[in-house]
């Protein structure tokens, strides 16, 4: 392998960011539903990539191992926000059925409802859908991201699946 | 096959991740059965419509400011 400059690493690195960004940050956001935390995420995720950069080759493979990275972070965070729940606005009970105002401004009226009856999912199926249909990922990383069995995961897709279509009716027929 | 193996299937069918004798016998059981040809067609609207409009989006502006944020964080930047 030939050796690269740091002006030709550091374009890879950008590269990578532009291509896979989108897909971390929505990660990210469906699971903490606050995008100040979100963009956290994402910096913290991408900084790792960085000091790793020089093995990170096959395109394929790096977006799995990102949204991975990304994932734990964000249920790391996740965590620390359930050990302090004095802020009710902070709670992620709170948090899972009202999604933030910036998600509501930018969005369609499509995209809307869609944010709405995801938030409504249980969290773990929520990351399933989010990972196999929002990303459509492969079943086998959908699994090796959340660290489960092949099986298990196909699931948790599939109880996420009729969550989210109960809930789609569900707003439809509220007339969000 | 009865509708609980269909439901069983059901995900292993839209993964396309089923044998030829499985797809027949699903194929053949959908048609005679309007609830989980119903339930098929719903989950794949569901899948169609999580895709399409379930991103948290960024804006091109967002992107840039984020990546700036990025690179201003790195230690060392290349020379
Ligand atoms: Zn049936």
Redesign the pocket.
């Known amino acids: 392998m030939d050796v690269e400059s740091p002006e030709q690493v550091f374009l890879r690195f950008e590269d990578l960011f532009n291509a896979n960004v989108d897909a971390v940050f929505n990660v990210a956001q469906r699971l903490l539903w606050n995008r100040s935390d979100a963009e956290d995420v994402v910096q913290t995720t991408f900084l790792k990539a960085l000091t790793r950069i020089a093995q990170l080759r096959d395109d394929e493979r790096v977006r799995p191992w990102l949204l991975q990275i990304a994932y734990r972070d964000a249920i790391a965070l996740l965590r620390r926000r359930r050990d302090r729940p004095t802020d009710p606005s902070l709670l992620p009970e709170w948090a899972a059925v009202e999604p933030g105002p910036s998600d509501i401004a930018i969005a369609s009226d499509m995209a809307r409802i869609v944010t709405v009856a995801l938030a409504q999912l249980e969290e773990s199926e929520r990351l399933a859908v989010t990972l196999r249909d929002v990303e459509d990922l492969p079943m086998r990383d959908v699994a090796s991201i959340i660290g489960i069995g092949l099986s298990a995961a196909k699931m948790r897709v599939l109880r996420g699946r009729a969550s989210l279509r109960v809930a789609l009716q569900e707003d439809a027929r509220s007339g969000l | 096959m009865?509708?609980e193996d269909?439901a069983e299937l059901l995900t292993d069918l839209l993964e396309g991740d089923v044998d030829a004798d499985q797809e027949a016998a699903a194929l053949a059981?959908l048609a005679s059965?309007e609830?989980?040809e119903r339930v098929l067609a719903g989950t794949r609207d569901v899948i169609e419509i999580a895709h399409e409009h379930g991103r948290a989006a960024l804006e091109p502006d967002d992107r840039q400011r984020m990546f700036r944020e990025l690179t201003a964080k790195i230690p060392d930047p290349p020379n």
């Open positions: 009865d509708c269909l059981h059965c609830a989980c």
